[in-house]
């Protein structure tokens, strides 16, 4: 297995003597067989961590959070009122445990109407957020709707997220024409404007330099705005999603690379999921930043009088909670609903947003090359696909949906029959559903082309109960810390994915029970909580200097 956050692969800046802030907890039956770590053993001294590191990193700093999407948004109700309701997204559900166990400011764009109305009444001062537990204070950065069009629309998704995803069929796009130009210096920059002012505004209410905590991609250019302002800010970006090499970055203007790896090495810290995004980044900078030195052994870059550290932060997941979740009353209920449905001996299981990185189409033909090949398997082995919807407003993933319905519509009818349907799909936003689905699976395949990290793959060997077999792409974020227990595909090789299904539809019981075993433990050991306080101690080693 490659080395994992926290032992050698992690750079001599700070100190690498750590001492383990989670311990494994005592084990409880659930439902069907799985284990699960009881609150006592799990989340309290979590959060007893937290506590201690913010005591440590906060007592004399205050801390400012940035990302797109905040931890609360708000609909306008039918009397015209603005409710609140919890945030959507990766990053929210991320950050939810710091959002309730340390005191600070959580800087969002107001995404909606209700946003808007909130951020208005409030004149965009703070204001404490609405939902239990929180101890936060919320922060709306208003911007003009086509501006954020362009930002958002125009740059981040259609440019940036594709291009990190390896995602662009180089000959016929992207087409980077005055439109994107105009999106980079009408959108982008204006919107990253706003959100240093408002870190920056806030960062004045102290009496010392704030911590700031940045978050993804569309906000690449806030640490080098808010440093100008505040050098002796403690400021760190966390990269959700890949790093490309330096080739890829040069199919875009080199001026918009050049200001991103500018602005980013601005920053005390940068984290990446993994080790090839963090080698990537490493290299992007020594080819676009000019005086920039890169220091590959100690993963750090020096400018001028700052350097940046560069560090891996692999996200990961709540287990308590996902645990809570996946034995509470309603996801019984969809499991025994799931368990009717299910036909055959074995199950294979995925769950995914229907976007095209996802490589559901993919999966789909290696399953019915599965068929094709073992006809044996007609009728004991069926597929539970868990999809939803995304991003419909663009081309691409239109196009991607109906591909995923035209290839199940295939197989279901070339290999079905009158008491056997080999693929159901449930296309909804159904998290409990789809929990549920997680305990059930023989097979579970995670087969994305390029993403950051996979928390599907994470979630499942912690609630599923038939000691299942995850099938992992190694292109995926969490092949690095769950190799071990995984049967590894390359996300493109139909063929090999077969065989791997195959494989692990007839594995033996001890190696099932073997590597579920493996994978347990390792998402066990690292969790969301780990994934917080690593950074948040990083940052309290960096304030102590």
Request: aromatic fraction near 8%; charged fraction near 20%.
């Amino acid at each position: 297995m490659n080395p994992i956050p926290g032992s050698s692969l992690e750079g001599p800046r700070f100190s690498c003597e750590r001492h383990s802030m989670l311990a494994a907890g005592k084990a409880v039956s659930l439902r069907g067989g799985a284990t699960e770590r009881t609150m006592a053993e799990s989340v309290e001294p979590a959060m007893a961590s937290l506590d201690r590191i913010c005591d440590r990193l906060l007592s004399q700093r205050s801390l400012i959070l940035a990302s797109n999407r905040g931890p609360v948004e708000h609909y306008v109700a039918p009397d015209g009122r603005a409710e609140a309701r919890r945030g959507s997204g990766g990053i929210v559900t991320a950050l939810n445990s710091l959002a309730q166990g340390a005191q600070f400011t959580w800087v969002a764009s107001a995404m909606g109407e209700g946003d808007r109305q909130v951020a208005a009444a409030a004149q965009s001062s703070p204001y404490k957020s609405p939902l239990p537990g929180h101890k936060i204070d919320l922060k709306y950065v208003v911007t003009p709707r086509r501006v954020y069009h362009k930002y958002y629309n125009v740059l981040c998704n259609p440019l940036l997220w594709f291009l990190q995803h390896y995602m662009w069929n180089p000959p016929y796009n992207p087409n980077v024409d005055a439109s994107v130009h105009d999106a980079w210096q009408g959108g982008y920059i204006p919107v990253n404007r706003a959100f240093a002012d408002s870190v920056i505004e806030q960062a004045r209410q102290g009496d010392s330099p704030p911590v700031v905590m940045v978050h993804d991609y569309h906000l690449y250019l806030v640490p080098e705005m808010v440093r100008k302002e505040f050098p002796d800010a403690l400021i760190q970006h966390f990269v959700h999603i890949p790093w490309p090499t330096p080739r890829y970055w040069q199919m875009i203007p080199s001026f918009i690379t050049r200001q991103i790896c500018s602005s980013l090495v601005s920053a005390d810290i940068v984290g990446f999921q993994t080790a090839q995004d963090r080698q990537s980044f490493l290299d992007t900078v020594e080819e676009f930043v000019p005086g920039a030195r890169v220091d590959r052994e100690q993963h750090c870059i020096r400018r001028e009088d700052l350097t940046t550290s560069v560090r891996l932060y692999p996200l990961s997941i709540n287990v308590s909670e996902v645990q809570r979740i996946s034995n509470s009353p309603r996801a019984l209920e969809h499991e025994d609903k799931l368990m009717e449905a299910r036909s055959g001996t074995a199950t294979i299981v995925r769950i995914d947003r229907a976007e095209p990185n996802k490589n559901v189409v993919r999966g789909f033909r290696a399953y019915e090359l599965l068929l094709s090949r073992h006809p044996e398997l007609h009728g004991k082995v069926n597929f539970l696909a868990f999809l939803v919807p995304s991003r419909t407003h663009i081309r691409q993933y239109q196009r991607y949906m109906e591909e995923i319905n035209q290839v199940v519509a295939r197989i279901n009818e070339a290999y079905g029959s009158e008491d056997w349907q080999p693929i159901t799909t449930y296309m909804e936003n159904n998290y409990t559903q789809a929990i549920a689905g997680m305990k059930l699976y023989d097979v579970l395949l995670v087969n994305s082309i390029m993403e950051g990290m996979n928390l599907v793959a994470k979630e499942g060997p912690v609630v599923n109960t038939r000691d299942g077999v995850l099938v992992l792409s190694q292109t995926s974020g969490a092949y690095e810390q769950l190799a071990d227990g995984a049967l590894p595909v390359s996300p493109t090789d139909i063929e090999g994915t077969m065989e791997a299904l195959f494989e692990a539809i007839n594995m033996g019981p001890e190696e099932r029970r073997r590597r579920a075993a493996v994978l347990a433990e390792s998402v066990n050991r690292e969790d969301i909580n780990h994934w917080i306080c690593r950074q948040l101690e990083d940052l309290a080693d960096l304030a102590e200097r």
